[in-house]
């Protein structure tokens, strides 16, 4: 049975830095490509960035460049999500995704992708 399982969301204050990690079980992690998502309350949920299986450098949404880092950890099954400079807009709930393709195509925002999701994990940036 698959388990994606995220874990470090909290309460921050803006300008603060939050690392958000998406633990799997259950599958051959290097062989999926990884995606992280966020839905705002009353918004529709939004690709946030993908690790391929291969290096390169990966997708990122434009409103989180620069200030979002997306890494990788095959053999500890595990993707991360480093936020830094958080701003009250990036409040919302994260999700973590994993794509059985290995590569983050152009259609990596699409959730269609994504077979398997975790239950989310909460950020919040205070003003």
């Known amino acids: 049975q698959v388990q994606v399982v995220e874990s470090g969301g909290d309460l921050v204050q803006a300008g603060g830095s939050l690392r958000l990690s998406c633990t799997a079980s259950g599958l051959t992690f290097g062989d999926y490509s990884w995606a992280w998502f966020r839905q705002a309350p009353g918004e529709r949920r939004e690709g946030v960035a993908c690790s391929s299986r291969l290096p390169g450098a990966p997708p990122y949404a434009a409103s989180v460049k620069d200030r979002f880092t997306i890494s990788r950890d095959n053999s500890g099954n595990t993707v991360y999500l480093n936020m830094n400079n958080l701003k009250p807009g990036d409040t919302a709930t994260y999700y973590c995704?994993?794509?059985?393709?290995?590569?983050?195509?152009?259609?990596?925002?699409?959730?269609?992708?994504?077979?398997?999701w975790g239950h989310g994990t909460q950020v919040t940036v205070s003003s």
């Open positions: 995704a994993a794509a059985p393709y290995g590569l983050c195509t152009a259609a990596w925002r699409s959730e269609d992708r994504y077979k398997y």
